[in-house]
C-alpha cells in the first residue's frame, strides 16, 4: 500500500523536552511537508524540503528543526524552544512538478 | 490581511441539496487552488484541484475559479450527511508553498 505515514498517533511530554516526529512516505514524491493545525484554524508551514539534503523554513519555523537525510523521511523535532507546541502535525508530501500535496494522518502533540 | 479567507460557517443544508463554499485570496500571483475535506480528528484529504478560471466537475463536485475576483468555490451537488466536515481552501504561489484558510464547517441535515 502507498500512502504517508506518521507516528506516533498521540504524543504526549512534559513542558522542556524535545520530541521527534516521524513522517515516512512510500509514493516516490520528492517533496515533503510539515503543517501545524490549531483549533478552529488553517494549516501553517514549519517546513518543507523539495529534495534530500536540503530544506526551507515556512511562516512558523521557530522552534523547530528538521532533517531530509532520505527520501522517503523528514523527521520533525520540536523542541523546548517551542513556546506553545500543543497542536495537531500534518506531514504532507507531493512530486516536484505537481502542486497537488497529500496529507498522512497525522500526530496529535500535548506539552504539559 | 490573511492569504486566504473562508466563512468559518457552520453551513447548514439540507440532504440533496447543493452546497456552495467560498474562498478568496489576497495575492494575484497565485497559480494553483485547492479544496481538501478534514474530517473531525483527520487529516485534510484533497478533493479538488484547480488551475485556470473556469469550472471543474468531478462527480458531485465542483471547482470554480474567478482570477480576476480572486475567488474560488466548491459546491458539492446532492449533499449528503457524510459530506459534512470542514472543507479548507488552498492556494500555491510558488515552490508549492501552500496557503490554506480557517475552514468552512459544512452540516447536511437528514
Not at chain 1, 505515514?5 to 515533503?32: I, W
Not at chain 1, 511562516?59 to 528538521?66: K, P
Not at chain 2, 447543493?18 to 500571483?29: H, K
Request: charged fraction near 20%; glycine fraction near 8%; include cysteine.
Amino acid at each position: 500500500d502507498g500512502g504517508i505515514t506518521q507516528s506516533p498517533k498521540y504524543l504526549f511530554r512534559k513542558e522542556g523536552q524535545n520530541v521527534t516526529l516521524s513522517c515516512e512516505q512510500n509514493l516516490n514524491h520528492d517533496a515533503m511537508y510539515w503543517y501545524r493545525q490549531d483549533p478552529g484554524q488553517g494549516l501553517r508551514l514549519i517546513y518543507y524540503s523539495q529534495i534530500v539534503n536540503d530544506f526551507q523554513k515556512g511562516d512558523i519555523a521557530e522552534g523547530y528543526s528538521v532533517s531530509r537525510e532520505k527520501k522517503e523521511s523528514f523527521p520533525l523535532t520540536v523542541t523546548s524552544a517551542q513556546k506553545n507546541p500543543t497542536a495537531f502535525y500534518l506531514c504532507a508530501s507531493s512530486f516536484r512538478d505537481r502542486a497537488e500535496q497529500y496529507f498522512g494522518p497525522g500526530t496529535r502533540l500535548t506539552v504539559t | 490581511q490573511k492569504e486566504v479567507e473562508q466563512n468559518s460557517g457552520p453551513l447548514s443544508v439540507p440532504e440533496g441539496a447543493i452546497a456552495s463554499l467560498n474562498c478568496t485570496y489576497s495575492d494575484r500571483v497565485s497559480q494553483s487552488f485547492f479544496w481538501y475535506r478534514q474530517y473531525s480528528g483527520k487529516s485534510p484529504e484533497l478533493i479538488m484541484s484547480i488551475y485556470s478560471n473556469g469550472d471543474k466537475e468531478d462527480g458531485r463536485f465542483t471547482a470554480q475559479l474567478n482570477k480576476a475576483s480572486q475567488y474560488v468555490s466548491l459546491l458539492i451537488r446532492d449533499s449528503q450527511p457524510s459530506d459534512s466536515a470542514t472543507y479548507l481552501c488552498a492556494v500555491n504561489k510558488s515552490f508549492n508553498k501552500f496557503y490554506f484558510g480557517s475552514g468552512t464547517k459544512l452540516n447536511v441535515k437528514p
